[in-house]
């Protein structure tokens, strides 16, 4: 792992092919690596801008693709309040421009490779991006695994890969996909209005063939100590269930 | 290479000779944990210093918190990119850990453990001479839970994963062995000026 990692590591130049408005928040970036690396699932990259003056700015953003893709990543990144990277990203990032990145990075929060217990992710807003590489990796690997998502967004507008996932859901049959809207009543029989709890994590993992052998959880740091605990209540080990958190 | 139509965020008055290379103040705290959040009440809470396999010794709750207090008012820069200015911390000095314990210098080398599983590497030369503490206290208050409470290790000069939450030991170790993210592809020492991020950085 660590010998992958620092081989693959170096900064490297990467020309913004596409941009994609995702929802009203949330725009992809794809980025053609100029030195391509292999991935897995979960992993981020770190971006750095620069200025006239030298000043840089570095940020971490997980990749949303799938690691069988070709030599493009994607990128999906959230304007935040006063976020000097991501407010360049939407208002100043186009089609042509170059940015710099490194990685793959992260050898935590990762895809677990075969196996065939099911797969637990629960996500909040941008934070369905990591899990989001592993349900295309899993499509695109033909893995037998069994997996479950629970996605927290404000309304449906603002559910990052909406279209995206509900065609998975259609054609994986061992997919399961529950989306909870915070701010809206549910549109779909199997969806939730309110914000996640022990007992909606218990009723989505419930859905699964057999228990989850493993969680992902990912969103601001509030959204996943509620997440966390409820997949704890499930009866996962500590150990099997992985975060990534972002925000006090 | 200059980005186009990036001019960065304005710093002014801001101290900027104390923002290491690529990293950005924050004036929250913000929280990373690699897995859930662990609970552990000051009753079932001990700490043991280790010299390789063997304990030296074990302290409770409340023998711990009897050893002399230290306080420390430190920058602090996490990996992910941001910094924060000023925050204040009390507790325990290593020094006075190893004093108690009657060790001087036991090993080149220490790996802090964790209640959740983590650990982290740090030489015996940067957690000595007063560089670092076991905290007990955050801006005057009993650590909060997500930020390490009952107690954490605090090594401020280091990028802030070497400061292990929820620590429960410190084991000295004759080679520098990696920790939970070191084994991950994270930089064995973690000096933020020199912007030792990843392992090879």
Known sequence: MTEAIAATARWQSCAIVAVATRT?????????????????????????????????A?????????????????LAIERLPDGEVSSFFHDVAQAGDTIELRGPLGGHFLWPGPSNKPVLLIGAGSGVVPLMAMIRYRKASGEPVPVALLLSSRTWGDVLFRDELLELERSLSDLVLALALTREPAMRRT???????????ADVAGRLPVPPGCAFVCGSNAFVDIAADAALALGLEAGAIKTERYGA | MVTRGFT??????????????????????????????????????????????????????????????????????????????????????????????????????????CYDGYSTNVPLADLAMGKAMVALKYEGQPLPRDHGGPARLLVPHLYFWKSAKWVNGLQFTERDEAGFWELRGYHMYGDPWNEQRYTND
Request: aromatic share 10%.
């Open chain 1, 24 to 56: 009203p928040a949330i725009k992809s970036f794809f980025l053609r690596l100029s030195e391509p690396f292999d991935y897995t699932a979960g992993q981020h990259v770190d971006v750095r801008l620069t200025a006239p003056n030298g000043y840089t």
């Open chain 1, 58 to 74: 570095m940020r971490s953003y997980s990749i949303a693709s799938t690691p069988s893709d070709s030599k493009v990543i994607e």
């Open chain 1, 191 to 201: 969806d939730f209005s309110g914000r996640i709890d022990d007992r909606m994590v």
């Open chain 2, 8 to 113: 960065g965020r304005q710093y002014g008055s801001e101290p900027s000779d104390r923002i290491p290379p690529g990293q950005h103040l924050v004036d929250n705290f913000p929280v990373l944990t690699a897995g859930p959040t662990p609970r552990i009440e000051p009753a079932d809470w001990t700490f043991t210093l280790k010299v390789g396999p063997r304990p030296v010794k074990a302290w409770s709750w409340s023998e711990f918190n009897a050893l002399p207090r230290t306080k420390m008012t430190r920058d602090i820069h996490c990996v992910t990119s941001w910094s924060k200015l000023n925050t204040a911390w009390e507790g325990v000095a290593v020094d006075d850990i190893l004093a108690d314990a009657c060790l001087g210098a036991p090993t080149p080398f220490a790996l802090a453990h």
